[in-house]
C-alpha cells in the first residue's frame, strides 16, 4: 500500500507564496514521475507540474515563471514552491505519484489565496 501525504497549504494573500511538500510511503518499487495537479472550485483537476525520476520537468502555462517543482528521489518526496500566488490559483492541490504499474493520489491540500 502506498500512501501520498501533502501538507503546507494554507490561505495567503495574492502576491504571496507557499511551499506544499509530498512525502509517500509505502512498497514503491519506482516512482517514474512525481508532480501537483489542481482542482479550483467546480472545475476539473488539471495539472500543474510534474518532474521525473531524471529530473525532467514540465509546468502548465499557468504556472511558468511562478512555480518551481522539485523532488527528493531517495525520499520519494516533491515538493512544490509557489510564488507570486494569484486568487485564481485557489484550488485544493493533489500530489501525483506514478510507477512503472500505478499511480497514487493524495488526499490534498487546501490553497486559498485571497485579493
Known amino acids: 500500500q502506498v500512501e501520498l501525504v501533502e501538507s503546507g497549504g494554507g490561505l495567503v494573500q495574492a502576491g504571496g507564496s507557499l511551499r506544499l511538500s509530498c512525502a509517500a510511503s509505502?512498497?514503491?518499487?519506482?516512482?517514474?514521475?512525481m508532480g501537483w495537479y489542481r482542482q479550483p472550485p467546480g472545475k476539473q483537476r488539471e495539472l500543474v507540474a510534474r518532474?521525473?525520476?531524471?529530473?525532467?520537468?514540465i509546468y502548465a502555462d499557468s504556472v511558468k515563471g511562478r512555480f518551481t517543482i522539485s523532488r527528493d528521489g531517495a525520499k520519494n518526496a516533491v515538493f512544490l514552491q509557489m510564488n507570486s500566488l494569484k486568487p485564481e490559483d485557489t484550488a485544493v492541490y493533489y500530489c501525483?505519484?506514478?510507477?512503472?504499474?500505478?499511480?497514487?493520489w493524495g488526499r490534498g491540500t487546501q490553497v486559498t489565496v485571497s485579493s
Open positions: 518532474i521525473s525520476i531524471g529530473g525532467s520537468t
Open positions: 501525483n505519484l506514478v510507477t512503472s504499474v500505478s499511480q497514487y
Open positions: 509505502g512498497s514503491i518499487l519506482s516512482s517514474v514521475v
